[in-house]
């Protein structure tokens, strides 16, 4: 069974900084998958935030994170990684990880969700 369970969401004031950590279990990491983040802000649809395709471990981020975020695998631990930096309060939402396990490049086509993990950026 595959899980996705993420954590390291918290309340920061603005201009901090939060690592976000993805753990995937029921499939390793030497598969074809992709990872992505998500996010979703109260009133406001999901968006996509960051993804790493296994393929050749090339990333995507959105316009609105670049330069800011930046996601990470660590195969030894199925584990991909969000570090968030210079947090504005409009990043406040639920960030989602979900996995891809048809493809090794990132299209977004998502098989598994995990619940979610709430980032708070106070003004």
């Known amino acids: 069974e595959v899980q996705i369970v993420e954590s390291g969401g918290g309340l920061v004031q603005t201009g901090g900084s939060l690592r976000l950590s993805c753990a995937a279990s029921g499939f390793t990491f030497a598969d074809d998958h992709a990872i992505g983040w998500f996010r979703q802000a109260p009133g406001k649809e999901r968006e996509g935030v960051a993804c790493i395709g296994s393929a050749d471990g090339t990333t995507y981020y959105a316009d609105f994170v670049q330069g800011r975020f930046s996601i990470s695998s660590d195969n030894a631990k199925n584990t991909v990684y969000l570090q968030m930096n210079s947090l504005k309060p409009e990043d406040t939402a639920v960030y989602y990880c979900?996995?891809?396990?048809?493809?090794?490049?990132?299209?977004?086509?998502?098989?598994?969700w995990g619940k979610g993990t709430l980032v708070t950026v106070s003004s």
């Open positions: 979900a996995a891809d396990l048809t493809h090794a490049r990132c299209y977004y086509e998502m098989d598994y």
